[in-house]
């Protein structure tokens, strides 16, 4: 499945928490409906998902239309803000790669390596045709 997660992908359902306490996942447009449901969610089902052929996950999302343009400069001369191209920001990017025929993105956390130096990789659960990753279900576009 290398070459077919290449490209972009949007999230499609969160893995969210019932009234139970167990996980479920939540399909986006449900998410967007509920005038309930806490806006940082909403925020994140805009955000593009980015697999590039050069192994990684790149997190990306619109810039927002009401910041003004020598506010968006300062913060990328700052260091503050990356822009991926003049209208998406990049939040962030993360290493994957394949092992054993599993798909496995690096967490950025350290893991069980010599002395704590490696960082933990999980697996990207392929599923039906979409992806597992994170609290993220993501469908190709």
């Known amino acids: 499945m290398t070459d077919s997660i290449i490209g972009r992908w949007k ?3 969160l893995r969210l928490f ?5 996980q479920i996942w939540v399909e986006a447009p449900v998410i967007l409906a ?3 449901h806490i806006d940082s969610d909403k925020k994140m089902l805009q955000m593009d998902i980015l697999f590039t052929e050069d192994g990684f996950i790149k997190m990306l999302m619109p810039v927002p239309e009401d910041i003004p ?3 968006i400069t300062a ?7 990356t822009l ?24 950025g956390f350290g893991g069980s390596g010599a002395e704590g130096q490696e960082n933990f990789w999980e697996e990207i659960i392929q599923e039906n045709g979409m992806l597992q ?9």
């Open 18 to 22: 019932n009234d139970r306490y167990e």
């Open 84 to 107: 991926y191209d003049e209208k998406t920001m990049l939040l962030h990017a993360f290493p994957y790669r394949y092992d054993n025929g599993k798909l496995l993105y690096d967490t």
């Open 133 to 141: 990753w994170m609290r993220y279900r993501l469908q190709k576009v």
């Open 75 to 81: 913060a990328v001369q700052s260091g503050e803000l």
């Open 34 to 36: 509920d005038k309930d």
């Open 11 to 13: 999230i499609q359902a």
């Open 69 to 71: 343009p020598e506010e």
